[in-house]
């Protein structure tokens, strides 16, 4: 028990707290990349969609290794490599279609009629988008958002890529167990995975939640 | 005066058609459009609002549409299915189209909707909706009303209260309307003028009383049963049962038309 209290008191918590600043960063930013690109694709009928669409959504399927592998590639000769700007780049393209797929559902399923009203009223796209389309679409940009900073939270392979296990600068949550685990701090270790394992759940549970009340409340309505 | 003349392809229910509508009509008519799902009457809406392109021309007063967008159009539209702002009030659905407070109030005071003008859209009834609906395409004082089925969610005393409404707003704005509509009695009591779309082209145009008058001596109907000599038929809503004595006996499912005159 002393032990427990001891590792407790010693553990150092700037890896949580980069993971943090590095999703609240990645998420912050990848919310204005997606909405107009997630809002293009909802209104589009072009034969390139399916291209792009892919594209953005190439994260979900490749190795994190891959994207690694190639955003090293690219980075190499820059100041990117092992930085926590480079970390942040990555997580951006790592978790683009956990933050577009989400927000463009949610626009696509709004009624059309919504939006063609606006149009007819004199309103520009732009308008309708934050007076409109938005205000009626936040269930779907809270899940975005959500899911978004969690993915990112839960990020490991490119992290460990890209940014190596800089202290303070690059070494993050999910590589910190790692490496204790290698080192052989079982209880750290344990700790740690502890730790992000109740904030997961926490995250999914208030999504679900919500998800849940959402529609029961529409259900009455 | 508003003229049309356009062409478009549409693939429809009954595979590839050519909309191709050719009309001129006066300043403040009442225009309805009927005929059978998939005829393109939605479409010719559609297409006059600049929700949808086409070929041709469309000219009102005198000034081509053509390369109008949508939002210049001086239009307003009224969706079977509502349209509302879900996220404003009902005062604010009307503002947002334009900040004309004065008007806003006028509309919902014709429309008796006072009362409910703080209140959000999805604690309306159908009938008080559309009746927002309408007031929020009166709010940029349009030069065409566009109606598609505007009454066809609603139930029959919500119905007539509502053509009245539409009647006493197209009377006080003078607005030119086009109104889709399946329902004879609607395009009756509301329209000056009634073409009939069939496959894309206009089959049918003239006053209600012209236009559905044509066949006062025939009836048509599905033929449901066939009892020998004896068949039933289903015109409308109602049930005809009928001897027949023809050469040819109709099949089951088919649509006949016979001739009632003695």
């Given at each position: ?68 592998f190639y955003l090293l590639t690219v980075f190499d000769g820059t100041?990117l490599n092992?930085?926590?700007?480079g ?135 | ?262």
């Amino acid at each position: 028990m002393d032990d427990i209290l001891i590792t407790l008191k010693n553990l150092d918590f700037t890896p949580f707290i980069l993971s943090f600043k590095l999703a609240g960063i990645t998420t912050f930013i990848l919310f204005f990349i997606a909405l107009p690109v997630a809002w293009r694709l909802s209104q589009s009928r072009s034969k390139i969609k399916p291209i792009i669409e892919s594209f953005i959504s190439l994260p979900i399927v490749l190795p994190p290794s891959v994207l690694g592998f190639y955003l090293l590639t690219v980075f190499d000769g820059t100041a990117l490599n092992f930085s926590f700007i480079g970390l942040v780049i990555a997580s951006c393209i790592y978790s683009l279609p956990f933050m577009t797929q989400p927000l463009q559902s949610g626009f696509e399923s709004l009624n059309r009629s919504m939006i063609e009203a606006s149009y007819i009223a004199g309103k520009s796209q732009l308008i309708t988008l934050f007076k409109v389309v938005i205000p009626n679409t936040k269930p779907a940009i809270l899940t975005a958002i959500i899911i978004t900073f969690a993915h990112t939270i839960g990020e490991f392979g490119v992290v460990l890529m890209i940014g190596g296990s800089i202290p303070n600068e690059t070494k993050v949550a999910s590589i910190a167990i790692y490496e204790m685990h290698d080192s052989m701090e079982y209880l750290s270790a344990h700790i740690y995975s502890a730790i992000m394992l109740l904030i997961s759940f926490m995250v999914l549970l208030s999504v679900y939640i919500f998800n849940h009340k959402q529609k029961y409340f529409k259900g009455v309505s | 005066m508003i003229k049309i003349d356009i062409e478009k392809e549409l693939h429809g229910a009954s595979g590839a058609m050519n909309l191709e509508v050719n009309l001129e009509i006066k300043e403040g008519e009442f225009l309805a459009i009927t005929g059978e799902s998939g005829a393109g009457k939605s479409t010719l809406l559609r297409i006059l609002a600049g929700l949808e392109s086409s070929k041709g021309e469309i000219e009102v007063h005198g000034k081509s549409w053509n390369n109008l967008s949508i939002q210049k159009r001086e239009i307003g539209f009224v969706f079977q299915e509502y349209g509302l702002f879900e996220n404003m009030s009902v005062e604010q659905n009307l503002l947002y189209v334009a900040k004309d407070k004065t008007l806003a109030k006028e509309l919902l005071a014709t429309t008796e909707l006072t009362n409910l003008k703080n209140r959000l859209p999805k604690t309306l009834s159908g009938g008080q909706k559309q009746r927002v609906a309408l007031c929020r395409a009166f709010m940029k004082r349009p030069k065409l009303l566009l109606m598609d089925e505007p009454l066809s969610a609603l139930n029959p005393t919500m119905r007539t209260n509502l053509q009245d409404e539409i009647l006493i707003l197209h009377k006080k704005f003078g607005t030119t309307t086009f109104m889709v509509s399946h329902d004879t009695s609607d395009i009756y009591r509301m329209a000056s003028r009634v073409i009939v779309l069939e496959l894309g082209k206009v089959v049918n145009n003239g006053t209600p009383k012209e236009v559905f008058s044509t066949n006062k001596s025939k009836i048509s109907g599905e033929v449901l049963q066939i009892n020998g000599e004896s068949i039933l038929l289903l015109v409308g809503e109602q049930l005809l049962e009928l001897n027949y004595h023809a050469d040819k006996i109709p099949k089951l499912g088919e649509r006949i038309t016979i001739n009632t005159s003695l």
